[in-house]
């Protein structure tokens, strides 16, 4: 399982706040993978660079058709402006018909306990997976 691990961006105050989000991608076909997992990179590549990033990993499954990214923010802003920069705002308008399902989840941390650890983060995706199935899914 090809592995980007946490990569720490800029160092926040010990005594901040961090915005988390994690989410999981499952692409509809294994032909699908290779592009997918490029342009994952181009986003990747943009993290290491995003004002207010504090850090981000990415896990990649291939043959499961299936990537997993967590990433750590100043706050929820700067996480949204990210979003709406190039290249991450025609990376994710370009896959969307190679899609199958998604899942996002987003809470909020004190920085002290940064790298998040992915066991938390795929347990909480599984909550917000099954929250979303039941039609509990939160807005905003």
Do not use: C
């Not at 991450?88 to 899609?99: D, E, F, P, W, Y």
């Not at 992915?118 to 347990?123: I, K, L, V």
């Amino acid at each position: 399982m090809p592995t980007l691990p946490w990569t720490p961006v800029d160092e926040p105050a010990p005594d901040a706040t961090a915005f988390v989000m994690a989410s999981r991608f499952e692409v509809r076909s294994l032909s699908d993978v290779p592009r997918f997992f490029l342009r994952a990179l181009a986003a990747w590549k943009q993290v290491k660079r995003a004002p207010g990033a504090y850090g981000a990993s990415l896990i990649a499954q291939p043959l499961k058709r299936t990537f997993w990214t967590l990433s750590a923010w100043e706050d929820k802003q700067a996480l949204y402006a990210y979003a709406r920069t190039e290249p991450h705002k025609s990376v994710m308008t370009g896959l969307r018909s190679t899609m199958n399902r998604s899942v996002f989840t987003f809470w909020e941390t004190p920085t002290a306990g940064l790298p998040i650890d992915w066991s938390d983060a795929r347990d909480r995706l599984a909550a917000q997976e099954h929250s979303d199935a039941d039609g509990n899914s939160p807005t905003g």
